[in-house]
Structures are given as C-alpha cells and as structure tokens.
C-alpha cells in the first residue's frame, strides 16, 4: 500500500471518527447531556478566563489606551436563538448571533467611557491623565504609536493576552512574547511588563484572594500576599491589596518607568471601583457577569453547533459533508509535515525523531496562525509583514532550540505552500459558509 493511499484512508477513518462522535444525531444527544452534566467545571474554566481577561483588558486600557471593547476575546460576545421551523427542517438546529459589547455597553468603545463606567470619578480622572499618549515605546522602530502598524496595536489587544492564557509553560509564553515583541520592534520592557501582569492576575485568582474575586475551594487567602513566577524565571512575592494594584501598581523589579503608576496606600478613604447603588453591586461586577453568564448558558448549545447546518439526512450519512470541511487541514497538514520533512532531512540527515517532530510542530503552528479560523491570538501575525512574520517565527523556535539556519529554509521552502494551502482552504470556507447561508434561507 503506497503513502498517499495510507494517508487517505487515515484521513477517512478520522472522518467517520468525527461524524460518530459530533454529527450523527445520536452524537449531538449525547454531547448535549454530557455538556449539561459537565456545565459547573465548564462554567468555572470560562469565568477564570474570562475573569483574567476583563482585568488585563482593563490594565490594557489603563497603560496602553486601548478601550475595553477592543480587547479579545471581549469582543467575542454571542446570544443563541432558536431556528424557525422551517430552518430546522432545513439543518439549523441553532442560530448564534454575534453581539458587539459596545451595543450592550456604549461606554466600552472609548477609553474615557470605560474607565467612567468602572472606575469612581477621582480615580477614573487622576489614571486618564497617566494615560500615555498612544504610549512610548523607548527603543522601538516604530515611533508613532501603538496602533501603527496593526500588527502592534493586535500585539497590544489580544495576541500578548492569549500566548498567557492558553496553557503554555513559562519558558513557551515568554519565548513567543519575547520573539513577537522582536519581530515588532516593540521594546521588550513593554512585552516583560504584559507577562508580568497577567502572571499576577492569574496568581490572584489563584493564590491572591481579594475579597469579591476569589473562587471557594481554590483560591487561598493569603492576605494580599502573592507568589508568582515573572518573566525572567524569578519566584516573586508581592503585596496586593485591591484589584488597581495588579492592574497598575507600581513594583519594584517588576514594573518599568511609565508603564505603571503609584496607587493609594489607603483605598478605604477613596475606594477605586465605581458602586452603583440602584444595582446595588459594582459596574466591574456587571462586566464579568455579563460575560461569565453568558458563556454558561450557550455552554451546552455547543453540542448543537457542531453539527450545525446539516439536513437530518445528511446526518444520517457515513461521512457528512461537515466531516468532509472538518478534515482538510488535516489533509493540509499531512502535506505540509511531508515538505517539512524533506527539507529537514536534506540540511540535517542525522535530525533525530524528537526533533523532526519539533520542525514539523513548527510549521504546524505556522499554518495556524494564518489560516486557522480560531482567530483569537493569532492578530498579530496576521498583520505582520512578510519579513516581520518570518523573524517572528524563526525567533520562536530557535529559542525553543532549533537550529536558526535550518528554520530559516524552512520557512522559504514551506511558506509558499502554506500560502496555497490556506487559500484552498479559505475558498472551501467560503463555498461551506454559502452552503450555510442558503440553508438558514
């Protein structure tokens, strides 16, 4: 049996794998209850992510002036609806609706309006005026300002807050923020500072225990005392006696020169946090519900909208034609660690299995984050230039330990390829998403 003939019928076999356990109508049954019975440890995952992400969004608006609605995934906020009855019988089991924070908090799509919605009136004030100009880079190529070029100003919003969020270790999130900040031209301080402050929110939720942001039967209280590891390796311990000290709080060690500020040492005499006494709860409680809930409650609709968008009968079938979508980057993947692997082989012939799997993972993750429709955290790189892209990327994993020389042909020899692939794969997105238009009708 030749290569291409193995690699077929494995990519049929995954296909059918798929189809029993997402699209079949048993599948989304099962899936559906599993959601439900699974829905507080699902609840728990998204109110830590999404906690985590409020407050460094709200630190991205208080050091870089970048308006909460800017921030992703805040901007990922959706309803679900039901399908007509004639939709259904057409293959929409639901309908998700995309809705933009701002239209549910005007306020969030200025920086002056989300530091009012959040913060009491002397505070809001005092940190606007320590809002840099667009911010300083200090020694960066770029000198206009955070949102000139894209790639920086997505740095800034989302693709730094996602490489702290996504479960990668230490020495991986500091890699890719150390080679985006490279690649950029941003000064590193800029990009230690971002680490630094999600790694301390973080441990805040962990480990930190303020009172309104802890989690029962997780967060220790250690009474403002929190242990974390900073960009540079370091177990660091620091005092943190409300919210604003994360968010802004100067350190000493941690924190650079214009990129935090010095906070009160009393927040009883001016409490920072803007109370609503109508609502009888605080605009940043609001926030965080409006999002956390949110997430719980089109939890087990997911079960739904995976297989969305196909007939009763197409669910009936062996292999669907979402299955069919499901499985070209798999295909494209196969095709892409085969170029990998020769020109792996032929600067390296003694390139052993481990670190053949690390080129092929290289060029993986490449792929991805041009042509992955999962779009969180991946801005950046997207807007980068050709040349941006490819310091990025060979930055990254020499400092993962591949060879600088070898990373550089293979990026010339792959990207091209990646680039005709992600095409395909955006033109079968395309005719699928047509599909799904006629289908809602």
Known sequence: MGASQQEAEAILERKTKLAEKVHRDEAVGDNYVKLLLAGRAGAYAGDAVMSDTLFTGLAATLLYGIPLADVVPWQLLFRTEYPSLEEFLRGVLIRIVRVAPEEVAPALETVEGTLQLVFS?????????????????????????????????????????????????HSGSKEKMRSLADALGVDEAVAEDIFNRAALLSALRERGGLVGYTWVG?????????????YDGSEVEVQVDHVVDALVGAYVGLSRVGLCSVTPSDYSKAPPLRYDPQAARYAIDWLLSLFTEGFRDRLPATALAAANYQTAAERGETVPPLAEAYALPASQAAQLEAAAEGVVRRLKPDVGPYELNLYKAAVRALYGELFSPHRWGAEAQRAMARDELKRYWVGRWAGAGLDAGVLDALFEAVYPTAQALGDARWSERLLELRRRLRLRG
Do not use: C, E
């Not at 250690?222 to 590891?229: C, K, L, S, Y």
């Open 121 to 169: 009136p002397d505070f809001w004030q005092t940190a606007a005026r320590q809002i840099p100009n667009k911010a300083v880079y200090g020694k960066s190529l770029y000198d206009l300002s955070y949102f000139d070029p894209a790639a920086v100003r997505d740095f800034l919003r989302s693709t730094a807050i996602a490489a702290m969020k996504r479960g990668t270790s």
């Open 218 to 230: 997780v967060t220790q209280l250690t009474g403002g005392r929190v242990r974390f590891r900073a």
